[in-house]
Nanobody
Framework: EGQLVESGGGLVQTGGSLRLSCVASGFNFEDYTIDWYRQAPGKEREGVVG????????YFADSVKGRFTIFRDNAKKTVYLQMDSLKPEDTAVYYCAATTWGLGFYVGYEYDYWGQGTQVTVSS
């Protein structure tokens, strides 16, 4: 059974950095695009960034362009989300999800696997 496990969340001050990890298991990693989503209390889930694991192509939400970076290590079946210049509005639970639909953010049913989420809190 396929699985995604996130880690790396925590508490950081405004302007700080965090690196999240998403480790995949149980499926063919290079067949998938891995997307990161976030959801803040009382808000809808928001697509943040995605990476196509077979060629490294990426896709960013406007709200994080220039601050967030995504990269992958196919040998470790891991995608990393490097978050710099963090702002209080980045506070949310961050999830990774795997889809074979390619780059882009989707409704939800397009994803085969979701992680359990990791909390990121940015203090002002």
């Amino acid at each position: 059974e396929g699985q995604l496990v996130e880690s790396g969340g925590g508490l950081v001050q405004t302007g700080g950095s965090l690196r999240l990890s998403c480790v995949a298991s149980g499926f063919n990693f290079e067949d998938y695009t891995i997307d990161w989503y976030r959801q803040a209390p009382g808000k809808e889930r928001e697509g943040v960034v995605g990476i196509r694991t077979n060629d490294g192509s990426t896709y960013f939400a406007d709200s994080v362009k220039g601050r967030f970076t995504i990269f992958r290590d196919n040998a470790k079946k891991t995608v990393y989300l490097q978050m710099d210049s963090l702002k209080p509005e980045d506070t949310a639970v961050y999830y990774c999800a795997a889809t074979t639909w390619g780059l882009g953010f989707y409704v939800g049913y397009e994803y085969d696997y979701w992680g359990q989420g990791t909390q990121v809190t940015v203090s002002s």
